[in-house]
């Protein structure tokens, strides 16, 4: 009995944890390659329609160095989330996906960041 409880919380945080909502925008991520310029994201029918409009980004981290000599530097990372291009819905397929499409020179990649362009 708890291992199916616990499964099913599991299963909820997995399903629901692939789009990310807050009050001023969806945000989800590509989860599939379908070619070059489509694939599925992890937008489903409550954040997206066919036809919404995207943004899609790159993640891009660094190490960066701080501190003087060998034992004072501390590395951290920095990332910056880097516009790819613009695109659309192309459909979708159920409350947790959609097929989006990459408009333009860019060529879609796994794990890129795709949001919602606010109205």
Same mark, same amino acid.
């Given at each position: ?25 969806? *945000? ?20 997206? !329609? ?47 996906? !959609? ?10 990649? *796994? ?9």
């Amino acid at each position: 009995m708890k291992h199916g409880r616990l499964l099913a919380i599991v299963a909820t945080l997995v399903i629901t944890g692939c789009a990310h909502m807050d009050s001023s925008h969806q *945000r989800g991520s590509i989860v599939v390659l379908d070619s070059d310029k489509e694939g599925h994201a992890c937008l489903g029918g409550r954040e997206v !329609s066919v036809g919404d409009r995207l943004k899609f980004f790159r993640t891009e981290c660094v190490q960066d160095l701080t501190g003087e000599g060998v034992k004072a530097a501390r590395v951290k990372k920095v990332c910056k989330k880097i516009l790819v291009g613009n695109g659309s819905v192309q459909e979708v397929t159920d409350e947790h996906f !959609s097929v989006v499409k990459l408009e333009g020179e860019g060529k879609l990649e *796994r794990g890129f960041i795709v949001e919602k362009v606010r109205n």
